[in-house]
């Protein structure tokens, strides 16, 4: 404990900035010496994919070498450089600290983005984890508007998500692509980066209809009947798609266009939280959990809860509807099978594990769950009974999830932190 | 503070004393992947997937490693579990390719996985021969896909016209899984098939139910009442027991013709007597396999105990033909990218090689060439020949 | 005459079929119903408790039938499989109450639903890295017999799943209404404060929910072994779902709704696949569930009261 | 005398249950008004009707001389008719100060494409209102606990909660059901100094039910009691307090305080 808190204490004083120096530091020595020096005479294969976990499980003597890896790449350097950058990075945090908080933010994001590019590049299936993690977030932002902030407990997200991907993918498939099914291309391919949001927006503003299947009942029905609605709303869409030989049915469709590269998906994914954030911080969106807490109070305090209701269907189902068209350009291809029982398991482990009524919790979910998925993979059936076991402790132990009703601060996020403010937190 | 700077420093030391055990300079060796499905729908095609290829990987160490070009590699094979679901088989065969450098995969089973998967493999210019997948998207526009087996577009006729000339039939009932891309495929291509000879109409019953499903009872008793004669069903070794019995209770005296979806020891052993004297397509038959055939069912069983499914001896001829394609290359450079463009020219040029499922030769799209077998499950309950159909 | 009588044994035949498929749901929807009812708690890993359950009928009863067999007459292995079966699978039961359940009482129902369900996950790997990839076959604890009425056909296995799915939903039901423990549960779905003012522990309540919810979903699974003799791991997730469907659309803690509500699944399920093409069974058969909601949204015997989520 | 809010005529049934009869009510701005009644007499039921939880059988409801019958509570809540609750209805996950900000629920227009990307008419709004919530809270005494969860506030200043929040939606009319129930005698003291105050600075009328019957007499200009869904005497507190039939029906059978 001692140790820990004097660990805490001295990096207190490192701002946002200081740590993204730390690990641009950090990813730029594996980008020049992580292949051919550090790892080579770590005797490791090659640079270690997810900070090493995948070579760990699979060859245990390689253990050593990758710690040692992640000690010499990551941990040393991000240390040092946050806390010895601290001197220059405090007045620059400052600086940015006097522009607008937004523009500090996107400051911030762009070199975040430009960090994570650099990291994720040394390999594609880094950037591949990458971007399904990033997928997961806004689809577990979305539903923890509907079974956090606003307190059902809604089946539908895999429905609302196919929805989704299907609309987009037709949009892109008959516009930009020469497709047995669809024939030509009705517009130049070369348009399709540009076109793409509205087509995103086209899935998710076709989930937001579909969605209203399970809004308009939510009105007269309430908890578990609501939660059994949903199901049989995605049991609906997934049996209508498998019937709908035009779009593959069950054998899937594939073949979307490449437009959804890890910038746009970064794009996205930060969009989706800046307005789910704006949403559930203002008062409009606080109205989800008035009618969660207490419906009739919140009538009594003119909350119109049946809009406000519906607003969170659709605002959930829309950006189910817009991760599931980037999923389905992420993997060029999908099927109804996707959108299923299994995928609803992922999605509620990853909205509980993180945690009700916060965004952070939900990135904190997604991520640690899509991380854990993969790292363990070596680890095969046992993966299936390690992950498990861990949701089961976390909800034992935190029965809201990890990170619950916290909301993000960005001006305290981004703050410079000087040496003086070191004695008043602790 | 410098308690932490010691500390790191002989945390740092060990790694590295220990690590030297491990440390080999980086030689090339020659990595096989394999995308199975090990948890999921069905562990059963992972795990024989997964036995076949340790097989063949004894079969190369016994060997002292790969012969390419009068130099003896090293073999390793990197064996990824797929979930049975697509992303997790995308993110397995990007992992394969881009972190383990392997010089070719073998897998996916299903077309569900193989199709986007096959599109990661040709991105990156890898070879992936998918034993087993029959869609014919799988293999379409891309040069470096190959698959193990024949296609539901040849599958389907050779059943009609199978059970055409044995039995004589005109009227025949389907019985299929709507939501599993496999089964819905073969049933349409059946269908057709079966209409093109018959004139349409001729399927008198054309029924589903869904993944998962156990009870087919209201469909079969819809069958039963259409007079349809034959029964086909290209469903699973889980599925095909419950259908075959439910049917028979349900009063049908007709036959039941399967696929090769039908070819794994467990149909037989799940379904009992009820199944003897049905027929099937396959791959091979395992009952009176002769030759390579024999040694490789026989060597099989003793290991693991069991008769080899046909997505066994498939994936087994898949690593042959990577195995062949890598020494046709003539030599490795070392260079992964160049390696790998060399096997897949090597594995288009392929003339009969000589399977234990067949003789293959690929076509332009890299599909073999192939004969069909029809299998009857005889009254021992082993696989027999009863014929073969090519194209 | 004989079309009309041809369609009637037709109609006849799909309303056995219907029966028989019913009597699964409601059997497994009971169990559910009834922790529900008591708990208010959604079981998601009952679908995987009741795979568990047909694991272990499938020991015992492959274990009886290698020593017994010959020995004594069919129906008293068949009867002896059962009562071990349940016993054991109840405390399957108990223990899921215990470990996942029970340390998350005064957490949010939603997170409790959440450990149910990987506690699925859990059953599910367990077996398969136990049982191996294999799917293993339960073995006949009767002879099929194929009786053929007038056009109709009924094996002796159909009409025993349905019989002993009656009776056993009439015991429970006895079990409720008679007993100290059945009414100590009535009272708890009325008021989760009751009971302990009636001197019975919650404690000793609820796990004795989840085993008699257990013990009635492992009959089940040895009917289902008979009906459908082939086990796979993942066999519990539908049915689980499917049961959670029929619970709760019969209504909180009303097990007459539950077993009600399981035979109209099958009967939706069988009956839509009959009368219209059955690729669209699902479409429909959930259209028609969603429907049935959208103008009763408190199921068939649900109370007037407005549950939401303890978030 | 032109009334603020005219009830003329309730009547409602519960199935086949009459639980209120030929009700009529008349409050005039600033008059603080209060209904008495034994337990299960209806004056909650009353309550809901007015407030539009339950749409009466027969009668018309009107405020200010506009018909708010089979209006949503929330339409008629944002017509100036506030309330608080019985057993508290506070949302549990909520701080103080959000509390008092949702109440502004109405009074915002800058609609949901504002909220999503919090548009400047958004920022605006949203910062009035957080001027307004601890200006209310102020007065309420609550602005120490602004941060806090509701549930972790001692009781009497969960009642405060609640007024403000009330008072935040702007009433004209405040209803206040049974505002000192479980209150000790020194938050009972505030209570009345703290309604006293409202009426004074924001020119509401107040209609409450209450049990106690000093803090009722107090209060109150005028005061009906109900009797099995019926009045059956209304007048000054003076005149109540004598009524036969009210010492009859209400005060011989309920123990006094």
């Known amino acids: ?426 | 503070m410098r308690k932490i700077a010691v500390l790191t420093m002989l945390a740092f030391c060990t790694a590295m004393m220990f690590s030297s055990l491990a440390f080999s300079a980086r030689k090339t060796i020659i990595k096989i992947g394999i995308n199975a499905p090990l948890t999921g729908d069905i562990p059963k095609v992972g795990e024989g997937s997964k036995y076949a290829a340790q097989m063949w990987l004894e079969d190369i160490e016994k060997a002292g490693g790969l012969e390419v070009g009068g130099k003896k590699y090293e073999v390793e094979l990197v064996i990824e579990d797929n979930e049975s679901k697509a992303e997790s088989a995308v993110k397995a065969n990007t992992k394969m390719i881009t972190q383990d450098d392997v010089l070719a995969i073998v897998g996916p089973q299903s077309s569900k996985q193989a199709v986007p998967a096959g599109e990661v493999a040709n991105k990156y210019k890898t070879v992936m021969i998918s034993p087993w997948s029959t869609n014919p998207s799988t293999t379409l526009d891309r040069p470096y896909v190959f698959r193990g087996c024949f296609l539901d577009p040849f599958q389907g006729p050779v059943v009609a016209n199978f059970i055409t000339e044995e039995f004589g039939f005109t009227k025949a009932a389907v019985l299929y899984d709507v939501a599993s891309d496999y089964p819905k495929g073969l049933a349409e291509v059946f269908k057709q098939a079966w209409e093109d000879k018959h004139g349409p109409g001729s399927v008198v019953a054309y029924e589903s139910f869904t993944t998962k499903d156990t009870d087919f009872s209201s469909q079969l008793t819809k069958i039963v009442k259409s007079g349809a004669e034959v029964l086909f069903t290209p469903q699973y070794y889980n599925e095909v027991p419950l259908i075959v019995s439910q049917a028979k209770n349900l009063g049908w005296t007709g036959p039941i013709v399967g696929s090769d979806s039908w070819g794994s020891a467990e149909t037989v052993e799940l379904c009992g007597e009820d199944c003897y004297g049905l027929f099937f397509s396959s791959h091979y038959a395992a009952a009176g396999a002769k030759g390579a055939t024999k040694a490789f069912i026989d060597r099989y069983e003793k290991t693991y105990g069991y008769i080899p499914d046909d997505v066994a001896a498939l994936t087994w001829d898949a690593l042959r033909l990577a195995q062949q394609a890598i020494q046709d290359a003539g030599k490795l450079t070392g260079k992964i990218e160049k390696d790998r463009e060399a096997v897949r020219d090597a594995l288009a040029q392929i003339k009969d090689f000589d399977g234990i499922t067949g003789k293959m030769t690929f076509t332009e799209e890299g599909d073999p060439i192939k004969c069909a077998v029809i299998v009857r499950i005889n009254h021992q309950g082993e696989y027999e020949f009863y014929g073969s159909s090519c194209p | 005459m004989e079309p009309l009588i041809e369609s009637l044994n037709y109609i006849l035949q799909n309303i056995i079929n219907a029966l028989q498929r019913g009597s699964f749901y409601a059997v497994i929807s009971i169990g559910y119903s009834m922790v529900y009812g008591v708990l208010m708690l959604f079981n998601f890993a009952h679908g995987d408790i009741f795979m568990v359950g047909t694991y272990i009928g499938f020991g015992i009863a492959t274990v009886l039938l290698a020593t017994f067999s010959g020995l004594v007459p069919p129906p008293v292995i068949f009867l002896a499989t059962v009562v071990i079966t349940m016993f054991l699978a109840s405390w399957i039961g108990v223990f899921v109450e215990v470990a996942g359940y029970r340390p998350l009482r005064q957490a949010p129902r939603a997170s409790a639903a959440i450990t149910g369900l990987m506690i699925g996950i859990i059953f599910e790997t367990t077996i398969l890295i136990m049982l191996g990839a294999k799917r293993l076959s339960f073995p006949p604890l009767m002879d099929t017999v194929n009786y053929h009425i007038g056009g109709i056909y009924i094996t002796n296995v159909k009409a025993m799943i349905i019989i002993i799915s009656l009776l056993l939903m009439l015991a429970l039901h006895a079990f409720i209404q008679k007993t100290k423990w059945g009414m100590a549960m009535r009272a708890m779905s009325y008021d989760f404060l009751a009971v302990p003012l009636m001197g019975v522990s919650i404690n000793i309540i609820a796990p004795l929910t989840f085993a008699v919810g257990a013990g009635l979903a492992s009959v089940a699974g040895i009917l289902y072994g008979q009906a459908y003799p082939i086990l796979d791991p993942y066999m519990g997730v539908l049915l689980g779902w499917k049961a959670f469907v029929a619970a709760i659309l019969g209504g909180r803690g009303s097990i007459k709704g539950a077993a009600l509500a399981g035979y109209l699944l099958g009967f939706i399920e069988i009956f839509v696949a009959t009368v219209f093409p059955s690729t669209l069974r699902d479409f429909i058969a959930y259209s028609i569930i969603l429907v049935i909601l959208t103008f009763r949204p408190r199921g068939f015997f649900g109370m007037e009261h407005s549950t939401k989520l303890r978030l | ?257």
Request: aromatic share 10%; net charge neutral.
């Open chain 4, 1 to 257: 005398m032109t009334a603020l809010l005219h009830v003329k005529n309730m009547t409602h049934f519960f199935g086949g249950l009459r639980a209120v009869h030929n009700y009529n009510l008349n409050i005039a701005p600033r008059q603080i008004f209060g209904l008495i009644g034994p337990n299960g007499a209806g004056k909650t039921t009353i309550f809901n009707l007015i407030t539009g939880v339950y749409t009466p059988t027969e009668g018309e409801i009107l405020l200010e001389n506009k018909n708010i019958k089979g209006l949503e509570t929330n339409a008629i809540a944002a017509m100036g008719l506030g309330r608080t609750f019985q057993n508290l209805a506070l949302w549990r996950h909520m701080n103080v100060v959000d509390h008092i900000r949702m109440a502004h629920y109405s009074q915002l227009d800058y609609g949901l494409m504002g909220a999503f990307f919090n548009s400047r008419a958004c920022r605006d709004q949203e910062n009035q209102v957080r001027e307004n919530a601890h200006r209310l809270m102020e007065l309420f005494d609550i602005e120490k606990f602004a941060d806090d969860l509701v549930t972790s506030l001692p009781y009497g200043a969960q009642r405060r909660v609640e007024m403000a929040r009330a008072m935040a939606t702007k009433p004209k009319v405040l209803f206040l059901d049974e505002p000192t129930a479980g209150m000790t005698p020194d938050e009972l003291v505030k209570m009345i100094r703290i309604i006293r105050q409202v009426h004074q600075d924001f020119n509401v009328a107040i209609f409450l039910i209450e049990h106690r019957m000093k803090f009722v007499m107090e209060l109150c200009e005028s005061i009906q009691t109900l009797v099995f869904g019926e009045v059956i005497a209304q007048g000054p507190p003076e005149e109540i307090q004598n009524n036969p039939q009210v010492i009859e029906a209400y005060l011989g059978k309920e123990d006094m305080t």
């Open chain 1, 1 to 426: 404990m001692g140790i820990l808190q004097k660990f805490k204490q001295m990096f207190s004083t490192v701002p946002m900035l200081g740590w993204f120096l730390g690990i641009l530091a950090a990813v730029l020595i594996e980008y020049f010496w992580g292949y051919d020096y550090i790892s080579y005479y770590l005797g490791l294969p090659k640079i270690p994919v997810l900070f090493g976990a995948l070579i760990m499980l699979k060859e245990p003597v390689m253990i050593p070498g990758a710690l040692a890896y992640d000690l010499i790449v990551y941990v040393i350097p991000v240390l040092a450089v946050a806390k010895l950058s601290s001197f220059i990075t405090n007045p620059g945090a400052a600086l940015l600290e006097k522009l607008p908080l937004w523009l500090s933010a996107v400051i911030h994001l762009v070199c975040f983005y430009a960090i994570l590019h650099l990291w994720a590049g040394i390999n594609d299936y880094r950037v591949l984890v990458v971007k399904l993690t990033l997928v997961s977030i806004i689809l577990t932002v979305s539903v923890n508007v509907i079974n956090g902030y606003q307190g059902e407990f809604s089946c539908s997200h895999p429905g609302f998500m196919a929805l989704g991907a299907y609309v987009s993918s037709i949009l892109t498939l008959v516009l930009f692509t020469n497709d047995k099914i669809f024939g030509t291309a009705l517009l130049p391919p070369a348009l399709g980066p540009y076109l793409f949001p509205l087509v995103l927006v086209a899935g998710g503003a076709a989930a937001a209809i579909g969605s209203l299947a399970v809004a308009i009942p939510s009105f007269r029905t309430r908890g578990d009947y609501l939660a059994i609605i949903s199901l049989a709303f995605m049991f609906i869409v997934k049996s209508a798609v498998e019937n709908l030989n035009i779009i593959g049915g069950a054998r899937g469709m594939g073949g979307q266009p490449d437009l959804a590269p890890l910038p746009v998906i970064f794009f996205w994914t930060m969009l989706c939280i800046w307005v789910i954030h704006n949403f559930v911080t203002s008062i409009l969106g606080k109205a989800l959990n008035t009618v969660r807490d207490d419906e009739a109070a919140a009538e009594s305090m003119t909350v119109k809860t049946r809009k406000t209701k519906m607003t969170a269907f659709m605002f959930g189902a829309f950006w189910a509807g817009v991760a599931g068209g980037l999923f389905a350009h992420v993997l060029t291809y999908i099927n109804p099978g996707m959108f299923s029982i299994n995928r609803l398991a992922e999605i509620l482990a990853m909205v509980y594990f993180g945690g009700l009524n916060s965004i952070v919790g939900s990135i904190v979910g997604a991520v640690s769950i899509n991380v854990l998925g993969e790292a363990l993979r070596p680890l095969e059936l046992f993966k299936w009974i390690i992950i498990p076991l861990i949701l089961i402790f976390v909800m034992i132990f935190r029965p809201y999830g990890l990170i619950s009703f916290t909301e993000i601060n960005a001006k305290k996020l981004l703050e410079a932190k000087h040496k003086r403010q070191q004695g008043v937190s602790p």
